[in-house]
């Protein structure tokens, strides 16, 4: 009996495996994190570079420090044991010790500070930024607005995910390896494009999080937060809200479809075709939610010349 469940199992087990890695290779390519992933992820952007670079320097800093302490430690307890009849000293104060084991940390940490300082710097300054993205978290959505283009949709969760969710079933990963993380209209970007990003809410405060793209920030009622990316890859990178909002926290994810200059051009097109019918319907065809407001406080903030009134119909 035993043998026999033995070997079922070991397929069974490789299939399991052989799916894993299916997925892993899926979600590799989008920059999604994958199983047993050990260290932050690359990212896509110059941004999510800088950060994975800060990290990198802190990481061997901290390696470093943690290899002489350790081997200090290892060497003091093995060449002053007990059993070869090590004494210990019996000073309490040294001043040179004090001096150096204060100065020394000072020094590294001014050398860590001053390369993220400027990385810092970088990533906040939104200038010269080639187009605009107004970002409204909403309990429990988010609307893109691209500002200037009479462009402006709710992205929500994909029906997929919310009828599994709903079902009380199990999502399989094989099946669906985007489960909770696919949405019905997604945030479509151009690739080598600075742009920037003006983030607000309209309820509770909420937090747009791309980890491929480097930062998050949060989405505060009667705040404007600023942020701005620049992909340097085509492709689909999914984020979530990454504060907790409300019961439906956990559904309402992001997903950035990147996309080349041209293909985006096209797509941008195509939207503003499908905004602006040619009779004299109104432009939104997005179902507005009752709570709808913020995005008038947005305006004055929104500094796009030639930006059509936000105020929703
Ligand atoms: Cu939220």
Redesign the pocket.
Known sequence: MKPSSRWVAVPRWGSGAMALLATAAAQAQSADPVRWQLNMGKGVTQTARLAWEAHMVALWVCVVIGFLVFAAMAYAIFAFRKSKGAVAATFSHNTTAEILWTVIPVIILVVMAIPATSKLIAMYDTRNAEMTVKVT?Y??MWEYDYLGQDVRFFSRLDRESDRLRQSGQRPDPATHPHYLLEVDNRLVLPVDTKVRFVITSDDVI??WWVPALGWKQDAIPGIINEGWTLIEKPGIYRGQ?A?L??KD?GF?PIVVEALPKAEFAAWLAQRKAEASPPADAPAAAEPVPAEAGAPVEAQPVAQQPGQAANAQV
């Open positions: 978290g309990q429990w909420h937090s809200c504060e909002c409300g926290h309402m």
